[in-house]
């Protein structure tokens, strides 16, 4: 299955890249430096092109802008433009401005989730974060907690708010979308303190349906059955006790609660574990050898996969999630690329872990080289997202690929650098057809698709003809004109690329200064 739908995508692949040649000739050629804008935190573009994200610089309010065409063209690079050209609402409209966090709550500057289908917007608010919150109620230690994570979906064609979808004293880590999920009209967010994904729905009459939880327990009717086995178990132990003391026995059934207080494991757990278990025990055919097994592989390590808690999942499909485990210390730092992780594969409608692997596995590393694109599950309804580059669809990200790959001189680490990516955060490329590998060559160090910032330089960074080698064809410089004054002064920038336009922003941060924003266009 694997095989054929990876051929049509290559088919499909070449056909888009045939359909988008013409970019080469058609690029952003004049750069308006320093630009007269609000002081805002610019997020992204929608991925139809329709809208422009941004907040307030004390992130409280959302602000909304659709993008216009330029009516001012240029023939050279340093045509001299009236002074209102240089304005930014010569290039954008604002739509509206809503104010979503309240007094004591915060935006999540680097969250934003776009539903195509119905033209919403998911965005996340938060109050402060506590460490050292006591683990109560089957929270896991170690993880901090916030007293409120609201989830605010928004119609962005006029800004009104249509659901909510609240958290409380919980954690989850909107940051470059990695707590949250969104394939089709599928959410999945994860729920880092109390280890549980919940699945919702968004209707489109705007609604935030609660579909299912997974964690705890895993089906429905999972906490109906293991209440009802409990009660049974009390009128057991009520009948044979019947000569102790009635509280005596009220204890009896309180402690056979299924609690987070006792030694029940989560229902997800149960299924790693027998998953895990049953691997083991199919490597052999003898008993002796599979008991050996066992001792060494599983029961050895046995209190290691208890301890592993959920950092990070991805919808597959709609039916499968793939599921990034590890330790509690790795799901809270920002860089958890030292901590040892897995991966496994989990079947909504079975309950079933389907895959485990190790962050270094072979096999895992072969199906992300050869099959990239399916771990990206791209909503069917993104037609624009379908023109990213991977090296499974393009010579020339493969060929970089295996370049690394030649390089390394450990195989077990390159595939560990290489699926610590795993699983993608949600809409964190960019469609624009400036990052096609097959059209133009740039320096990833600099620039890239990926939606993270980058370490900046005073010099243009140059996009050169893949079909022309030695051929220049634009260049994007993110800083001012006349460059930094401070050489030495760390700065980052952030590009954001019109899906299909030739328009880009780049915006320079320099600490303890004004954001230095320019805008690249076609003039």
Known sequence: MFRSSNIVARI?????????????NLFPSYTVYDVECPDHSFRKFTDDGQYLISFSRNHQDLIVYRPKWFTYSCKEEDCDLPSRAKKFDSFFT????????????????????????SQFGLFATSTAQFHDTPAIGGAVQGVPSIERITFHLLRLEDGEILDKKVFRNDFVNPAHNMGAFLYDDLLAIVSLRYQTIHILQIRESGNLVDVRAIGTFCREDDELFLNSS??????????????????????????????????????????????????????????????????KKFYFHFQDYVDLIIWKVQFLDRHHLLIKFGSVDGGVSRSADHHPSFFAVYNMDTTE???????????????????????????????????????????????????????????????????????????????????DHSLFRFDEKLISATD???????????FISRRQPCTLKFKIKPGPEAGSVDGRTKKLSSFLFHPFLPLALSIQQTAFLQPSVNIHFRG
């Open 12 to 24: 499909f692949e070449r056909q888009v890249n045939c359909a988008r040649q013409f970019y080469e």
């Open 94 to 117: 604002q739509l509206y401005c809503v104010s979503l966090a309240s007094s004591n709550e915060v935006i999540y500057k680097d969250f934003f989730l776009y539903v195509e289908s």
């Open 230 to 295: 409990t009660q049974c178990m009390a009128i057991v132990d009520k009948s044979k006790m019947h000569q102790s003391s009635w509280s005596h026995v009220e204890n009896s059934v309180n402690n056979t609660q299924p609690s987070s207080e006792n030694s029940f494991l989560s229902g997800i757990k149960q299924r790693l574990l027998s998953f895990i278990f049953r691997g083991i025990w199919n490597e052999e055919r003898h008993n002796s050898q599979r008991v050996q097994g066992l001792k």
């Open 353 to 435: 872990i389907v895959a485990f692997y190790q962050n270094s596995a072979d096999e895992l590393y072969l199906l992300f080289e050869q099959f990239c694109d399916h771990f990206y599950a791209t909503s069917r309804n993104s037609l624009y997202m379908n023109f990213i580059s991977s090296h499974s669809n393009n010579i020339h990200a493969f060929e970089q690929l295996q370049s690394i790959k030649n390089k390394a001189s450990n195989f077990s680490q390159f595939a560990k650098k290489m699926l610590a990516s795993l699983p993608f955060s949600c809409q964190s490329l960019s469609p624009s057809p400036y990052f």
């Open 452 to 462: 993270r910032h980058r370490p900046s330089t005073d010099h243009p960074i140059k």
